[in-house]
């Protein structure tokens, strides 16, 4: 009995594995390859004698070494849509027969890392393209860089706060558990890849997929009780939102339905642990006398733990990325209440009621968004453009070539937790403390 169940359970996710399911679903939402006629290798990875059952992460010829000449003779197309309507895989002699509302597309944020341009492919239904790209972009760092800032300038200090500790672990055991089971994205044919950006990456499990969960359900964990909405609502927000994200990644074609299903389920499980020591977690960062130094250990000594699963690839920086994040926002916590800076409202006030609308609240909420952002975004930048050299110079590396140099352990992990844990400190403590000063808090 047992036997049988397992055998069937295999069979299951080894048919949820397959990328004709992918390429399928890509189909029915319009998304058409131009693939050559003659059958060509599949970049689905080769096996590994020494790990039988693992695939072998593609890496693009060019990756680590420069642009090369398929990087220079693509780096001046523009991805996403293009809107030529003649192009088709069948050659020019079907251009008649081309849908008015098909595009030409390139994929999406071409990774300069790696130097993958990707294939061109056709567009056939516009609204369900930009879409699935917001989805996939809720995943996305310029989304984290958005909405955490936001949510603790304007709304919740503390509901960010422990939003940021839960994404950092969540993003942390995702790309950790990527590199060790190491499989390889879906094949190419048959799936089309409208995103290459992470193509260099393992692929389950899908770390947008359980971000994209984490990241609603806890939100609606931590809000619920603490704000006035009902169940219901905070329930569909984070179902839509969940499912949005899942499923663009499958649309994309950057992940199979099995591990987009792993990737769901995973992060539930990570959130039913955090239920229960989120607040105790929080309370230590900001109250503990040794909290600054358990907080830069801990972060740090995971970081070294990802870098040593696997050879380089664009998760391991955006695993440190996550990392120094959150040890710079839990730093800067720490910072706040000691100095009497904390945002969080008394308790007496709960639940929390959203303000009535007035422009001058609006106004304020997109002044302080505004400066904060622009604050952010140029501590990035400056910590970028100093950190990178000093690494490189203090390792003996050479600094012409940003992209390799950025492929050694000794500079891209001090460079991520560097950058991303000033730019959480400057978040949570620097900008707040600049909206005293100018009078916006």
């Keep these: 009995m047992a036997n049988d169940f397992v055998k069937t359970f295999v069979k299951v996710c080894k048919n949820l594995q397959d990328p004709c399911h992918v390429a399928r679903f890509q189909q029915l ?17 080769q096996s590994d004698p020494d790990f039988p059952g693992l695939r072998k992460r593609v890496q693009t010829p060019d990756a680590g070494v420069g642009n090369g000449a398929a990087g220079d003779a693509t780096s001046a197309q523009v991805n996403g849509m293009q809107g030529d ?12 027969n081309v849908d008015p509302d098909t595009a030409r597309a390139k ?4 990774n300069s890392l790696t130097g993958d341009v990707g294939q061109e492919f056709l567009i056939h239904n516009k609204f369900l393209f930009y879409l699935f790209t917001f989805g996939t972009e809720l995943g996305n760092e310029m989304f984290f860089i958005i909405f955490f800032p936001y949510l603790y300038w304007n709304i919740d200090a503390l509901v960010s706060r422990r939003l940021i500790v839960v994404w950092a672990w969540n993003l942390f055991v995702g790309q950790s558990t990527k590199d060790m089971i190491r499989w390889s994205r879906p ?10 950006f992470y193509n260099s990456e393992y692929s389950m499990p899908s770390t947008h997929a359980m971000t994209g969960t984490a990241i609603p359900f806890c939100l609606f964990m931590l809000t619920y009780g603490r704000w006035e909405y009902s169940f219901l609502f905070g329930l569909s927000v984070s179902l839509s939102w969940s499912i949005l994200v899942c499923v663009s990644r499958v649309y994309m074609g950057m992940h199979s339905v099995l591990e987009v299903i792993t990737g769901f389920l995973y992060s539930l499980l990570i959130l039913a642990f955090f239920h229960q020591i ?50 710079g926002t839990a730093l800067a916590s720490h910072v706040n209440h000691q100095l009497g800076l904390l945002l969080d409202p008394p308790l007496s006030s709960l639940p929390l009621a959203l303000p009535a609308f007035s422009f001058n609240m609006a106004a304020l909420c997109l002044l302080r968004f505004i400066i904060g952002v622009a604050v952010i975004l140029v501590t990035r930048m400056v910590m970028k453009a100093v950190t990178i050299p000093f690494l490189c110079r203090l390792f003996g590396l050479p600094t012409d070539d940003v992209r390799q140099a950025r492929q050694h352990m000794r500079v891209e992990l001090p460079y991520r937790y560097i950058v991303y844990s000033v730019v959480g400190f400057s978040c949570v403590s620097l900008v707040p403390l600049a909206f005293k000063i100018l009078n916006l808090a």
């Design 107 to 110: 994929p999406l944020r071409r």
């Design 85 to 96: 309507t003649t192009a088709r895989p069948d050659g020019p002699s079907a251009a008649a």
């Design 187 to 196: 094949a190419s044919p048959p799936v089309v890849k409208v995103e290459v």
């Design 29 to 45: 939402c319009g998304v058409q390859g131009t693939f050559p006629d003659k059958a060509t290798q599949p970049d689905s990875g």
């Design 278 to 327: 989120l607040d105790k977690i929080d309370n230590f960062y900001m109250t503990n006398h040794y909290a600054p130094l358990v907080i830069i250990m801990s972060h740090v000594s995971l970081g070294l733990v990802a870098f040593s699963l696997d050879s380089w690839s664009t998760s391991r920086g955006d695993t440190a990325q996550a990392l120094g994040t959150g040890a």
